[in-house]
């Protein structure tokens, strides 16, 4: 198991006894800057690299989450000046988005979490894992399907 699949199965009450011998991972919450210009290329290739993680992340995580509980979803969007996806749980959901204009890229992160009225974005991809255990924290009360 990956460190993330260990911190969702510690979060959903995975039995001790399958996790024997594997480092604990406690909650935090992810780490967000200020929203900065930076260079259109710049931009994309952090948008791009930032939801491919975040696929992985909900596929490791609804593997662990396994049949009987609610699941991540992931959803794409592609706008003439934008590219986002959105990774929700329950009620819980968090918006990461790149805006592009004047040959700079933005970006910007929104959710059920928001810190202000001041445009924020996560640091880098190491803040995905905590973003994503927030949201399953926040939608722990989400009905299950079984």
Do not use: W
């Amino acid at each position: 198991m990956t460190p993330f699949m260990t911190r969702v199965a510690e979060l959903v009450g995975t039995p001790e006894q399958d996790l024997a011998g594997l480092a604990p991972g406690g909650t935090t919450v992810p780490e967000t800057r200020i929203s900065k210009r930076v260079a259109t290329g710049t931009g994309a290739d952090r948008h791009v690299a930032l939801r491919s993680l975040a696929e992985q992340y909900v596929c490791e995580g609804n593997a662990i989450l396994g049949p009987g509980r609610a699941h991540l979803d992931l959803v794409d969007e592609a706008l003439p000046d934008e590219l986002a996806f959105t990774v929700t749980y329950g009620d819980a959901g968090a918006r990461c988005s790149t805006a592009f204009a004047d040959g700079r890229a933005f970006g910007r992160i929104v959710g059920t979490f928001d810190e202000g009225d001041e445009a924020r974005e996560l640091v880098g991809p190491d803040a995905l894992p905590d973003l994503l255990v927030q949201l399953l924290e926040a939608g722990a009360d989400t009905p299950t399907s079984a």
